[in-house]
């Protein structure tokens, strides 16, 4: 059985792909065709689209992940495979923007991180593998979470188009492809000894990962983003209709306008203010 490692550009999953061998290691990039978010450096936007296969204009994450990425690769000595689902503001056109993803809802994750690692497996493995997973010691509940979906031969599924009919019509499959490990939880490595290993490496890191707009991250933290982020939490305020928003509690441009009051840093947040797509 093949191992992969997914690698979210946070320290965490950098961490595991360093000290961890494995086959492969992926990293799936969110992207968008917006303009309002290009990525401005031009030869590195090229460079990008080589690596995912697609023309890439920018990403709702922080810019600074591509670097991490590229800085990664060239710590690892080892190819880091970049894949990309449909673009994110495809995702949302397609429901018409009466709905985006949600707390309940999330599926901006299978669509744009869990779909793109899958078919690229489908294509290039088509066999179960195990899946090295970047939750450390503390984070035993996410694993029994993860486990507890585990089918009755011990791995993960993922349902997915076999083929188109005749007339049209999609096939779908049940597909088994991972068995997820946890490393770090099986030797006790917590959230210090992850920084304190990248302190010295010539690898940036953003303060945080996943995208800068997520509605999980709790509207304090959303309103720095708008201070540091301006034009990618203008592309996720642009979504916001009367109809869809991404929070159940208050709009992204009232987030906007709001805590002007409160000078806010880095400092002030943690992991659980932020979603947990970018460890």
């Not at 922080?62 to 689902?85: K, M, N, R, S």
């Not at 035993?140 to 009755?152: D, F, G, P, Y």
């Not at 990618?232 to 009367?242: H, I, L, P, V």
């Not at 709009?251 to 806010?264: C, G, N, R, T, V």
Request: charged content about 30%; some cysteine.
């Amino acid at each position: 059985m093949k191992t992969v490692t997914s690698i979210s550009g946070g320290m965490t999953s950098a961490y595991v792909a360093a000290n961890y061998k494995s086959d492969y290691n992926v990293f799936a990039l969110v992207t968008s065709t917006d303009k309002l978010v290009q990525f401005s450096d031009s030869k590195l936007r090229q460079v990008v689209s080589d690596k995912i296969g697609k023309e890439f204009i920018g990403t709702l994450e922080d810019d600074l992940i591509i670097y991490t990425i590229l800085d990664l690769e060239q710590y690892l000595g080892q190819e880091i495979i970049w894949v990309a689902g449909e673009p994110f503001d495809l995702i949302i056109k397609r429901n018409d923007k009466n709905y985006l993803p949600s707390k309940v809802a999330r599926f901006c994750t299978t669509e744009m991180k869990l779909k793109p690692i899958f078919r690229w497996w489908k294509s290039n493995i088509n066999s179960p593998v195990k899946m090295q997973i970047g939750y450390r010691a503390n984070e035993q509940k996410r694993a029994k979470k993860m486990n507890e979906k585990l089918n009755e031969n011990g791995l993960l599924t993922f349902k997915d188009v076999e083929y188109v009919d005749k007339n049209g019509r999609n096939k779908w499959k049940e597909y088994e492809w991972q068995k997820p490990i946890f490393p770090l939880i099986n030797d006790l490595i917590y959230k210090d000894d992850v920084v304190k290993y990248w302190n010295d490496k010539s690898v940036r890191f953003a303060v945080r990962n996943n995208c800068v707009g997520c509605f999980h991250r709790n509207p304090l933290l959303l309103k720095k983003m708008w201070n540091d982020h301006s034009n990618k939490m203008q592309w996720f305020s642009n979504q916001e209709t009367n109809n869809a928003t991404w929070r159940s509690d208050v709009k992204y441009i009232d987030i906007k306008k709001a805590f002007s009051q409160i000078q806010l840093f880095d400092s002030d947040f943690s992991e659980c203010d932020s979603g947990f797509c970018g460890i």
